[in-house]
T-cell receptor
Framework: KQEVTQIPAALSVPEGENLVLNCSFT??????LQWFRQDPGKGLTSLLL?????REQTSGRLNASLDKSSGRSTLYIAASQPGDSATYLC??????????FGTGTSLTVIP | KAGVTQTPRYLIKTRGQQVTLSCSPI?????VSWYQQTPGQGLQFLFE???????NKGNFPGRFSGRQFSNSRSEMNVSTLELGDSALYLC?????????????FGQGTRLTVV
């Protein structure tokens, strides 16, 4: 069974800092990996999707990398803003569109 | 383009009752997955439907069931509700290809069992 770990569990940074969120997973036979953010009490918002054949994907201030063989992915957020405060979840998929989730990283960006 | 729509947004039910939740995926999407989110267990996969067929199923008791209609809309049913079923239920919609497509989530249905 796929196990997903995200480090750190919580992070508090001043506005403007660049930061890295880490994700590791136990089963490297994935189809893809998706990063989401979740605001309190809300659904998940898709940030980036990386296919298993890709090494990285970029969207605006976000960059996600994938090292499938070692079971790791990182999400890099440049020039953080208070609006980036949320819980960030990484979710690899091994079968169809079934995603496995870690417990997430709770990010607070202080103005 | 409309997003994923889940109804109702909030529900309060009594232990022992049954409940049906609805999910309308993004137009053109054929895959719908359901997840349960609780503070203690995090996000857990319930099941996935693709073209009206259940393709994957998580480790939940048989009280949890689902179905998908020909227009890709999906319903999830929980029978004989227990207090522990209180959770945020999320559905995700994915594209026409059976795998490797981006998933989009709805806002969820908050179920409270009293």
């Amino acid at each position: 069974k796929q196990e997903v770990t995200q480090i750190p569990a919580a992070l508090s940074v001043p506005e403007g800092e660049n930061l890295v969120l880490n994700c590791s997973f136990t089963d490297s036979a994935i189809y893809n990996l998706q990063w989401f953010r979740q605001d309190p009490g809300k659904g998940l918002t898709s940030l980036l999707l990386i296919q298993s054949s890709q090494r990285e994907q970029t969207s605006g201030r976000l960059n996600a990398s994938l090292d499938k063989s070692s079971g790791r992915s990182t999400l890099y957020i440049a020039a953080s803003q208070p609006g980036d405060s949320a819980t960030y979840l990484c979710a690899p998929s091994n079968t169809g569109n079934q995603f496995y989730f870690g417990t997430g990283t709770s990010l607070t960006v202080i103005p | 383009k409309a997003g994923v729509t889940q109804t109702p947004r909030y529900l309060i039910k009594t232990r022992g009752q049954q409940v049906t939740l609805s999910c309308s995926p993004i137009s053109g999407h054929r895959s719908v997955s359901w997840y349960q989110q609780t503070p203690g267990q995090g996000l857990q996969f319930l099941f996935e439907y693709f073209s009206e067929t259940q393709r994957n199923k998580g480790n939940f008791p048989g009280r949890f069931s689902g179905r998908q209609f020909s227009n890709s809309r999906s319903e999830m049913n929980v029978s004989t509700l227990e207090l522990g079923d209180s959770a945020l239920y999320l559905c995700a919609s994915s594209g026409a290809a059976p795998v490797n497509t981006e998933a989009f989530f709805g806002q969820g249905t908050r179920l409270t069992v009293v």
